[in-house]
């Protein structure tokens, strides 16, 4: 097991599989993804290799994310290659959910365990404005689907002071009677959004006050959580979660890494350098990536850098999969 010297353990991966976005969501790529078709994405049989690499490294769960990870017609192709891998109990996708009706049937005939979907706002203007598109109703459709087929579903909301921040209630209203956690995350600053991140910052502690005082619990987390403050409450079936990366000690039940589409692996959505995996996935044997990344996670920070406004070579999270 991949352990760093505070005694994180790392048995969880998120891998981006394409830095490509149709979104032009206000705090990541305002002016849509700039093409560059000179792009070397990860290879399916890439993909095979480090699955493989990692589960026998104890990784246990795999997240595919990107850029927006359906934009590859080999989706399907990739969620299986993960999850038939020895070692690989959950498979999860990080997406903006544009075609989720036409497409979640064959990611869970794939193997696809939970799905993490972006939604910034329940009204369908408000969303049109933040995103660029307007999908709102189709997003939904497909989560719908989701839970029938029986999907955890996460729902990932920005929050931002001057789009959403009104928009709690009808937040609320929506998971009184639909099974899924939903999560606000305070916007993070990165190398592009400086301006938006000055203006739109909000943090999410009078959330967490708001939902204490009105009876909601928070939930013991297991060792294997994510970053998340989850709350439940006895009339609501959904869950509410806040991720608060700029709150103490957020980075201290880290366990994840992150592998770039371009093959990069960071410890850290704000580090500066990633390690080139591709050299160390050329065949089976995965001795040498097992000592690379002792020595790497040897030198791991203890936390980001966030609060002093440095942001590594992380221009925007599309980079590298949120
Ligand atoms: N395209 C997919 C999606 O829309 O979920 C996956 C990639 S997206 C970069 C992953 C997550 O990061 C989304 O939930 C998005 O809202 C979040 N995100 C992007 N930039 C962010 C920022 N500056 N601060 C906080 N969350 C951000």
Known sequence: MLQDKFGRRFHYLRLSITDVCNFSCEYCLPDGYQCDTSRDFLSLNEIKRIASAFAQLGTSKIRITGGEPSLRKDLPQAIRACATTPGIKQVAITTNGYKLPEHIDSWVDAGLTSMNISIDSLDPRM???????????????????????????????????????????????????????????????????????????????????????????????????????????????????????????FCASCNRLRISALGKLHLCLFSEHGLDIREYITDDDTQRLQEELTVLLGDKKSTHFLHDGYTGATKHLAMLGG
């Not at 931002?160 to 009184?176: T, Y």
């Not at 916007?187 to 739109?200: A, E, H, I, P, V």
């Not at 439940?232 to 608060?244: E, N, W, Y």
């Open 127 to 249: 969303f049109a404005s933040i995103t660029g598109h307007d999908k709102l109703d189709v997003i939904l459709r497909g989560i719908d689907r989701a839970i029938e087929l029986g999907v955890t579903v996460k729902v990932n909301a920005v929050l931002m002071r001057h789009f959403n921040q009104h928009e709690l209630s009808s937040f609320l209203q929506w998971i009184k009677t639909t099974p899924i956690t939903l999560r606000f995350i305070e916007l993070m600053q990165t190398g592009d959004n400086q301006l938006f991140f000055d203006r739109n910052h909000t943090s999410g502690m009078p959330i967490k006050e708001q939902l204490v005082s009105d009876g909601w619990q928070q939930i013991i987390r297991d060792k294997a959580a994510g970053p998340a403050q989850e709350f439940s409450h006895p009339d609501f079936a959904g869950r509410i979660g806040l991720i608060m990366p700029y709150s103490k000690d």
